[in-house]
């Protein structure tokens, strides 16, 4: 992607608005996961170019934290919880189903990238385990093949 597209101007504003701040890089790295949906050695470069900082430490922050992923996501991000609770009350059922039903192994995403599948700690709804996220929405006590298909469903209808 050329660095004069729109995704890459939109990006140069949210550095010029936030580099004055003390700690910059995280927040930042934030909104270009946001604008460009993750974050390719290309955008990781220009970060550090624009912040006058070396590369190798937009990239130590990069992987680092999970929230930050160097891989393209799918539309919708599905966060299946493996927190202990969830594990004991079936979070590898889920798993094991959502990959049949996608096609794809957790931390991959569809080929019509609508889903990205990835696994989380503890999301803090442990009484409803177990419990997956996708987007703002969680969902928890889902114990069939059909219920799951359902929520799909929405999502793939864009319905949510
Ligand atoms: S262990 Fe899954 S929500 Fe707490």
Do not use: W
Not at 55 to 61: D, I, L, T
Not at 73 to 82: P, Q
Not at 100 to 125: H, M, N, S
């Amino acid at each position: 992607m050329q660095k004069d597209s729109v995704l890459y101007q939109e990006l140069r504003e949210v550095i010029n608005e936030k580099k004055s701040l003390r700690n910059p890089l995280i927040e930042i790295l934030h909104k270009a996961q946001d604008i460009f949906g993750y974050l390719p050695p290309e955008v990781q470069e220009f970060v550090a170019e624009e912040l006058n900082m070396p590369v190798n430490k937009v990239y130590g922050v990069v992987t680092f934290y999970n929230a930050f992923t160097m891989k393209p996501r799918g539309k919708y991000v599905i966060n299946v919880c493996t927190g202990t609770a969830c594990y004991v009350k079936g979070a590898p059922r889920i798993i094991q189903m959502l990959t049949e039903i996608l096609g794809v192994e957790l931390g991959e995403t569809t080929e019509d990238k609508k889903f990205t599948l990835t696994a989380v700690r503890c999301v803090g709804a442990c009484s409803l385990a177990p419990v997956f996220v996708i987007g703002d929405d969680t969902y928890g006590r889902i114990e069939t093949r059909a219920q799951l298909q359902g929520i799909l469903d929405k999502y793939l209808k864009d319905e949510v």
